[in-house]
Nanobody, 124 residues
Framework: VQLVESGGGLVQAGDSLRLNCEASGRTFSAYALGWFRQAPGKEREFVAT???????YYGDSVKDRFIISRDNAKSTVYLQMNDLKSEDTAIYFC???????????????????WGQGTQVTVAS
């Protein structure tokens, strides 16, 4: 599975941005797709995940501001980021768990494939 993120950039605090991640793979609809982020000097942080049954889970720092969704016909997962803050500045990674089970994981070790990342910078 190959994952390619797009949509990052430089925005102002309070702005919105949507990240996209297009995946290869024949059984995209069966995967759990997650977003993680990593700021300089910090560990990779769980942002959100969406399972094959469309159930979604969010990290505490982005709950109520970010929305994860997927379009199986386009093999694409999205991350709509609203009310962005300077602390959201990071490289954002898309990840895929090809055998997710009923509860997708929040830890990076649960995911099998990763994209190259896209930079999001929020200016205050």
């Amino acid at each position: 599975v190959q994952l390619v993120e797009s949509g990052g950039g430089l925005v102002q605090a309070g702005d919105s941005l949507r990240l996209n991640c297009e995946a290869s793979g024949r059984t995209f609809s069966a995967y759990a797709l997650g977003w993680f982020r990593q700021a300089p000097g910090k560990e990779r942080e769980f942002v959100a995940t969406i399972n094959y049954d469309l159930k979604t889970y969010y990290g505490d720092s982005v709950k109520d501001r970010f929305i994860i969704s997927r379009d199986n016909a386009k093999s694409t997962v999205y991350l709509q980021m609203n009310d962005l803050k300077s602390e959201d500045t990071a490289i954002y990674f898309c990840a895929c768990d090809v055998f997710p089970g009923p509860l997708p994981g929040r830890g990076p070790d649960r995911y099998d494939f990763w994209g190259q990342g896209t930079q999001v910078t929020v200016a205050s």
